[in-house]
């Protein structure tokens, strides 16, 4: 099989291409035997990567949505396993099989030039989500200083102190990801299990405030003074299904969407995918549920509701740590992602300045409240914008080959542009944007629709495509390596 | 001494959640398990990065 930078050069697309490969260019092989990791290090790696600064705000909005308790518990569970499903039935297997990581793999199909604005996407919304987490930060930076904070309604600044907040803190996060990404990398695997701890604590000492002193009583004050299934002024309210299915796609641009293949290809076996559910129950189960606490003692208080003083409600000084921690630790990996993929398009800028570009978009991104308030529908968006990307990997996989079809088409034919992944994107995020205007569907659950969309328009198109070229020969497999 | 090291990593994560417990039975107050907190987080971040980076370390060499 040709490799991926020998057909860029030959297709006359070195501009883009070429920059990208060159970025990635030491991860372009599939893993190899004696690199494969056990299962301990997946569980590691998950419970530390979901229990994130995030946390402090998604636990929150729900109770603003006025999800009912039950609907919230048994949404939870549902929507958290079906997530884990995910990742061990859709995305562990192809990584296990093919090694490689998403771009390499995405590439083969997609063609270099796609994949090259897929990636400007997704570092797009790298900054968006990274921004939300400085945005976290900063509401435990001003604690000491008596900064207003953002209410959940607030979608601008609302005050010189937060813009002031905000810059010091994106410009030390930034600095930091200058200094070292390695470091911090570290420090974030340190600091996770003490997180987790802080979130259980916070929920348990905070708890008394609302009446609760038994786990007896935890029902009744759940009912009637956490989850009241009364939202706010202005928030949809949440049912079962909406707790499901944002449960289940708030990390859908990694398990649907494939983004994982970077980390589970290092799998031995694919079983390994399930070591997601330490992730998705400890950090979105366990931390959602405790930062509902908190924020409902918030409220009850008339106290502010923003991460950094629940956390300060639940465990003092050493909650503002967790949340500054929690937001510092996400924020600087997601700027290296996001600065990896923005790489491409400021070729001759050192790796310093792309890293500090991408920090100030990030950080102007991180000075609108609307970043954290608005953060369940962002995350639902992130998740849709990539997920049809995941359905064709999926598709060109497992299905192509079953009708017959080569999988691989773009780099077999050394396309720039595999159009049949481009159309299964674009048509696929059109009709769910029509669903949304004409229907009103709401956008936690366009994910669902979308997938069996993006995967039927991939598989028709790729069907024209080949027959019209004549090739309708048996596909080769793409899987080298089967454990 | 990585094992005194990974005791006081383990009574740091202890004074971080135990106190939050004896605060929901009633038998400690808030004050003081906020302050326990902050010492117990101050004890994980000294040693778990000593033991931590040294079991990398070990796997690395492996």
Redesign the interface.
């Known amino acids: 099989m040709a490799q991926p930078h020998t057909t860029t050069q030959r297709l006359g697309d070195r501009s883009l291409a070429a920059r990208l490969d060159a970025i990635n260019e030491f991860d372009r092989e599939p893993v190899s035997e004696d690199r494969l990791q056990g299962p301990g290090d997946f569980i590691g790696l998950y419970a530390g990567e979901h229990v994130a600064g995030t946390e402090f705000v998604i636990g929150p909005l729900f109770v603003a949505h006025g999800v009912a308790a039950a609907d919230l518990l048994m949404g939870l569970l549902v929507g958290n396993l079906l997530a884990v499903l995910s990742w061990a039935f859709l995305c562990a297997p192809i990584a296990v099989r093919t090694r490689l990581n998403q771009y390499w793999h995405l590439r083969k199909i997609a063609g270099p030039t796609l994949l090259f604005v897929y990636n400007i996407v997704n570092a797009l919304m790298f900054c968006f989500l990274a921004g939300s987490m400085i945005s976290v930060a900063a509401t435990a930076v001003g604690i000491p200083f008596d900064m207003p904070m953002p209410g959940l309604d607030d979608l601008y600044p609302n005050s010189v102190a937060w813009v002031v907040t905000v810059l010091l803190v994106g410009g030390v996060v930034t600095l930091l990801a200058i200094l070292g990404f390695e470091r911090i990398a570290h420090f974030s695997k340190v600091a996770s299990p003490w997180l987790l701890l802080v979130f259980v604590a916070c929920a348990f000492a905070a708890l008394p405030m609302l009446g609760v002193t038994s786990l007896g009583d935890f029902w009744a004050a759940a009912n009637e003074r956490i989850w009241t299934g009364v939202p706010i002024e202005g928030r949809v309210r949440f049912t079962f299904w909406h707790v499901l299915f944002f449960a289940w796609f708030a990390n859908m641009a990694m398990h649907i969407g494939m983004a994982d293949l970077t980390i589970l290809r290092y799998a031995r076996k694919w079983q390994y995918g399930f070591a997601s559910a330490f992730g998705m129950y400890l950090g979105h189960y366990v931390a959602w549920v405790a930062s509902g606490i908190l924020v409902a003692v918030a409220i009850q208080e008339a106290g502010d509701v923003a991460p950094g003083p629940i956390a300060y409600l639940g465990a003092g000084v050493a909650g503002l740590l967790a949340v500054l921690i929690a937001g510092w630790t996400t924020a600087n990996p997601t700027i290296y992602r996001a600065g990896l993929a923005m790489q491409t398009i400021t070729p001759n800028w050192k790796r310093w300045k792309v890293t500090l570009a991408v920090g100030g978009v990030t950080t102007i991104a991180a000075l609108f409240p609307a970043l954290i308030m608005r953060l369940l529908d962002f995350v639902a968006l992130y998740g849709l914008i990539l997920m049809p990307m995941g359905a064709v990997i999926f598709a060109d996989f497992w299905i192509l080959p079953k009708l017959g079809l080569r999988s691989n088409y773009a780099e077999w034919k050394k396309l720039v542009v595999s159009w049949p992944a481009a159309a299964a994107w674009l048509v696929t995020l059109g009709a769910c944007w029509l669903l949304n205007a004409t229907l009103g569907w709401q956008i936690f659950f366009l994910g669902l629709p979308g997938w069996f969309i993006a995967t039927g328009i991939f598989v028709g198109l790729s069907l024209m495509q080949q027959r019209s070229a004549g090739q309708t020969r048996v596909a080769e497999s793409p899987t080298p390596t089967v454990p | 001494m990585k094992v005194l090291w990974k005791v006081l990593s383990i009574a740091?994560?202890a004074l971080?959640?135990v106190?939050?417990?004896l605060?929901?039975?009633?038998s400690l107050p808030?004050?003081t398990?906020?302050?326990l907190?902050?010492i117990?987080?101050a004890a994980?971040?000294a040693t778990?990065?000593l033991w931590?980076?040294s079991s990398?370390a070990k796997r690395k060499s492996a």
């Open positions: 740091g994560l971080t959640v106190p939050s417990l605060v929901f039975a009633g808030w004050r398990h906020a302050t907190m902050l117990g987080a994980w971040f778990a990065p931590m980076q990398r």
